[in-house]
């Protein structure tokens, strides 16, 4: 079954979380985050993730995936624990990569 690409951009909602660092609270939710993001990538579901490495409020972090249709789509990005949480606010879009290197 040929799976669609698809992309979340999130960004912190505590903007202050950048140049203090996260809360206890949040740091646990930004660890299962990662662990989440971990195993979609060994599962190859996740084609890459990454953040930017600013600390204003133009920082963000995307997601590019692959998913079967829009409600699986929306479902791993809502299913992420920092968004359902409310540490991370984001969106999904429809995505296509057009280059990548073979590495």
Known sequence: MAQDQWLYRISPTRKDMLLAGPTPEEGALINAHFEYLRELTEKGTVI???????????????????AGDEASARKIFEDDPAVRAG???GEFHRFSVALMSGR
């Open 48 to 66: 890459l993730a990454g953040r930017t490495l600013n600390t204003d409020k133009s920082s963000f972090g995307i997601v590019i995936y692959r």
């Open 87 to 89: 540490v991370f606010a």
